[in-house]
């Protein structure tokens, strides 16, 4: 079966930049979509088809996918951004399913 | 305003079975892809199954194949997971969730609040 692998947590102080990886065989073949859950709430959706941003998510973040690899960009961030935040792709190669990422967890220092 | 509402989670002992709804509002269902995510205590995001706006094609985690069925009821705006040899590792928040298609690929991007199913 497929797998997405992240870093289980990320650090970073206000007003940086934090970056979050998704590693997946010749994920950038893929299309990837990202999720942000803070404790008690469902997911929200982030980022969907590797870059596009829904309406009411900030422009702080962005997206980008390519080779093995798939990135979250979070810029100028804020206390509010602390979250877990899941990629997820469509495998229809190995078998018709969703698959989600091991989750990265980021603390805003 | 999209809205999904999952009720009927409830703790129940291994080996029973317990069926989850979802109630929808604010699109039109039918014209919707609908999945089932879970996600056990203090643990990551695990995809559950999927059902085709019609119900025509259906797809499940390997985990939950033979034991669950997800189904629908486009006349009622209403979506189900019926959970069957309930095991101890099924003990999850299971959240409804909308999919999108296109390119090959769908994304979620409406989510319930979730009914907790506690196996035990």
């Known amino acids: 079966s497929y797998v997405l692998t992240q870093p289980p947590s990320v650090s970073v102080a206000p007003g940086k930049t934090a970056r979050i990886i998704c590693e997946g065989n010749n994920i950038g073949g893929k299309s990837v979509h990202w999720y942000q859950q803070k404790p008690g709430q469902a997911p929200v959706l982030v980022i969907y088809y590797d870059s596009d941003r829904p309406l009411e998510i900030p422009e702080r973040f962005s997206g980008s996918n390519s080779g093995s690899t798939a990135t979250l960009t979070i810029s100028r961030v804020e206390a ?30 | 305003e999209v809205q999904l509402v999952e009720s009927g989670g409830d703790l129940v002992q291994p080996g029973g079975s317990l069926r989850l709804s979802c109630s929808s509002s604010g699109f039109i269902f039918a014209e919707y892809w609908m999945t089932w995510v879970r996600q056990a205590p203090g643990q990551g995001l695990e995809w559950v199954a999927n059902v085709k706006g019609d119900g025509s094609e259906k797809n499940y985690v390997d985990s939950v194949k033979g034991r669950f069925t997800i189904s629908r009821d486009n006349a009622k705006n209403s979506l189900f997971l019926q959970m069957n040899s309930l095991r101890v590792d099924d003990t999850a928040v299971y959240y409804c969730a909308t999919e999108k298609w296109a390119l090959g690929s769908g994304s979620f991007p409406n989510w319930g609040q979730g009914a907790l199913v506690t196996v035990s």
């Open chain 1, 80 to 109: 509010g951004d602390e979250a877990d935040y899941y990629c997820q792709v469509w495998d229809s190669t190995t078998d018709h399913l969703h698959v989600f990422g091991t989750g990265t967890k980021v603390t805003v220092l």
